[in-house]
């Protein structure tokens, strides 16, 4: 037990009957797939995974509901592996692109040598997530992806410093807008 459970700080268990009658905010994002045609797979109550076009590449969102945190977190994780000797340029990179974020962040998993984009929404309290809430979250998260994606390429294979490759990144994804 923390300082926040013993201070009452949190709601008592006396509210859980009300999330338990509360909407599961990840059907808004299944009919978002739907409407927008997306792939996507309804793994179970508490996670989705969709595919979303970008300019580069599809990427691959996770998204997860935690009904005791009352939390949807989102995961973009860019596929392939990180040649041996990069790390330390991928971790400066991301680095340089959470500095031009205004919402979530990239992480360099060691563990699984993997770029990962993390956000995350809080509905404490019983709040609904709405359509535009979901809307946006994927949106900052496409955002992110589409400057970080070519921007990795570009040190992993072309061996480009991490300056180097965000602004050749942002030149070329201005010039594909």
Known sequence: MNIADTRCVRPN???????????????????????????????????IHLSVPGHWTDHDISLTWN???EAVQLFLIF????????????CRLMSLINERLAAGHFDFWNKNMALVYRN????????????EQALDLVALALDAAERGYPASQYVIWAGKSPEDA????????????
């Not at 909407?23 to 996670?47: G, M």
């Not at 596929?79 to 991928?90: A, L, Q, S, V, W």
């Not at 995350?120 to 359509?131: D, V």
């Not at 965000?166 to 807008?177: P, Y």
């Open 13 to 47: 268990p006396g509210l859980h009957t009300s999330n338990a009658m509360r909407a599961n905010p990840l059907d808004v994002f299944e009919r978002i797939a739907l409407a927008e045609h997306y792939d996507f797979e309804r793994v179970n109550e508490q996670e």
């Open 67 to 69: 009904a005791s945190t």
């Open 79 to 90: 596929e392939g592996r990180i040649p041996g000797g990069r790390t330390d340029d991928i």
């Open 120 to 131: 995350a929404l809080s509905l404490r309290g019983g709040a609904t997530l709405r359509t």
């Open 166 to 177: 965000l602004t050749a990144a942002l030149v070329d994804l201005a010039a594909g807008a």
